[in-house]
């Protein structure tokens, strides 16, 4: 059954953003997700935002020797297979369902935004904020990375004529 949600890739080079709509698959299979943003030739940064079944967000950034990777909510690894893969590339268990409340909590590199105007604290601040859905709480990063505008134009959809 496919996923509901959404994929982008956001480039900077020059100091401009731009967004672009990955394929569907990255929602589901994080190598495809690495993949798309590895082929991305930038000189600057290169960012992919997954906002997977509205449940949960994954961020993800290539970066020399490998990838950081921010999962907003692990106990998800429990239900989908993109959420657990990132738990295994960052080496972590998935949570037991015996031990697990309903608290979701991050895993991954809360500082992986720090060069981009967003520090580890308020990263975590805005992956906390539990009342924001995972497209609201990856807008709100986007806005302050400064490509919300470059986002909103992929992942809204165009007005019925």
């Known amino acids: 059954m496919p996923l509901d949600g959404w994929a982008v890739a956001v480039t900077r080079e020059e100091g401009r953003w731009r967004a672009v709509?990955?394929?569907?698959?990255?929602?589901?299979?994080?190598?495809?997700?690495?993949?798309?943003?590895?082929?991305?030739?930038?000189?600057?940064?290169?960012?992919?935002?997954?906002?997977v079944d509205d449940e949960f967000f994954v961020l993800v950034r290539p970066v020399p020797g490998g990838v950081s990777?921010?999962?907003?909510?692990?106990?998800?690894?429990?239900?989908?297979?993109v959420a657990a893969d990132v738990l295994d590339l960052l080496r972590l268990d998935v949570p037991d369902e015996d031990e697990v409340d309903d608290d979701p909590w991050p895993e991954g590199d809360l500082g992986m935004l720090a060069d981009?105007?967003?520090?580890?604290d308020e990263l975590a601040v805005l992956v906390d904020e539990i009342d924001l859905y995972p497209d609201e709480q990856l807008t709100a990063i986007a806005r302050r990375c400064g490509f919300a505008d470059e986002l909103a134009k992929v992942v809204e959809p165009a007005p019925a004529s």
């Open 69 to 81: 990777l921010l999962l907003s909510d692990a106990v998800a690894a429990l239900d989908y297979d």
């Open 21 to 51: 709509t990955m394929d569907r698959a990255a929602l589901a299979d994080l190598d495809s997700a690495i993949t798309a943003l590895r082929g991305l030739r930038s000189t600057g940064a290169v960012l992919g935002l997954l906002d």
């Open 116 to 120: 981009l105007g967003v520090p580890a």
